[in-house]
């Protein structure tokens, strides 16, 4: 199993990145897909995640009306639409599954998921 993080980049502030993450090695058809971003010198934090099996998207609160994610099954691909970016968003951004359902308030939580991409940095200049 494997995810491939891809799409980062240097932007500056208020422009725009899409991040994208391809799965490989199986389908993750019922299982939620996250993704979490770890700053310099800072703790790894939720950004986004979809449950699949509901449709429905979380957001961190700091990324709510900019960013969007997306799913694209037949592809066993997610997208993280990044828009009106900050420089606070400079991060190494990772995507991340795991084997079966999530209970919705545990899915936030990075130790609920058991794969990881390798990351992607995003580095937003002021």
């Known amino acids: 199993v494997q995810l491939q993080a891809s799409g980062g980049g240097l932007v500056q502030a208020g422009g725009s990145l899409r991040l994208s993450c391809a799965a490989s090695g199986r389908t993750f058809s019922n299982s939620p897909m996250g993704w979490f971003r770890q700053a310099p010198g800072k703790e790894c934090e939720f950004v986004v995640a979809?449950?699949?099996?509901?449709?429905?998207?979380y957001y961190a609160d700091s990324v709510k009306g900019r960013f969007t994610i997306s799913r694209d099954k037949a592809k066993n691909t997610v997208y993280l639409e990044m828009n009106s970016l900050e420089p606070e968003d400079t991060a190494v951004y990772y995507c991340?599954?795991?084997?079966?359902?999530?209970?919705?308030?545990?899915?936030?939580?990075?130790?609920?998921?058991?794969?990881w991409g390798r990351g992607t940095l995003v580095t937003v200049s002021s």
């Open positions: 979809i449950d699949t099996w509901s449709a429905r998207s």
């Open positions: 991340a599954t795991r084997d079966g359902r999530i209970v919705v308030s545990a899915i936030n939580r990075a130790e609920q998921y058991k794969y």
